[in-house]
């Protein structure tokens, strides 16, 4: 085992926390699947319109907290401070194949987005 | 590296999804601490009183997407099928020190639990 689904995990998690998504992007197969929180996103383009606006307007920064794998599965978790929360935590377990990755199950609680989306509404004129 | 540490999350997690709180606590240091998304827990007890009444009252079954780990780390992500949402995936990153859990982060989306208790609220006479 070389570990090589982590490392394509941790390539894709430096690129779209430091807000290259071109980057990030490319790790994906184009027809990746990410079952998320709100639901199933399918294709690259979705996972961009999900992740893009999260990685250039709300994160401030992300730090891992911890990250396993093996050839085809890696799993991590880490903390982001963003700008609805101080402390949004949150775990992917990607699938990767052929060198990208093809499924990610990613787990965040919602909560402190909804609430921040609701302050955005409320506060409009 | 012996993955001690998994060994025991496992054995934490076969335990309170089978809803045997008493040895699933067994797991645990008496001065656990546990991040979850509403705050932190402090303390054996405290950490019963919240995943006690998800385990006997919520939980229909759980089952584990991935997990890993170390002498000292474990990161699990599992499934959990309950009454408020057929799926409420969870992961699970903790410390284990002589032999027992000393620190838990734990990511869940909060938002079908949140909107179950509303609507168990709302259907109060």
Redo the contacts between chains.
């Keep these: 085992m070389t570990g090589s689904a982590l490392q394509i995990a941790l390539a894709h998690h430096r690129a779209w926390t430091g807000k290259d998504l071109d980057l990030a992007m490319s790790y994906l197969a184009d027809d990746v699947v990410c079952?998320a929180?709100a639901g199933r996103l399918t294709g690259v383009r979705a996972y961009r319109e999900f992740l893009g606006p999260f990685a250039e307007h709300l994160l401030v920064r992300a730090e891992m907290?911890?990250?396993?794998?093996d050839d085809e599965?890696a799993?991590?978790?880490y903390d982001a401070e963003t700008i609805p929360a101080r402390s949004a935590?949150?775990?992917e377990?990607v699938t990767v194949r052929d060198g990208k990755i093809v499924y990610n199950?990613f787990?965040?609680?919602?909560?402190p987005f909804?609430e921040f989306r609701r302050r955005q509404e409320q506060s409009r004129p």
């Design positions: 079952d929180p907290i911890a990250a396993f794998g599965t799993l991590i978790m935590p949150a775990a377990c199950r787990v965040f609680d919602r909560t909804e």
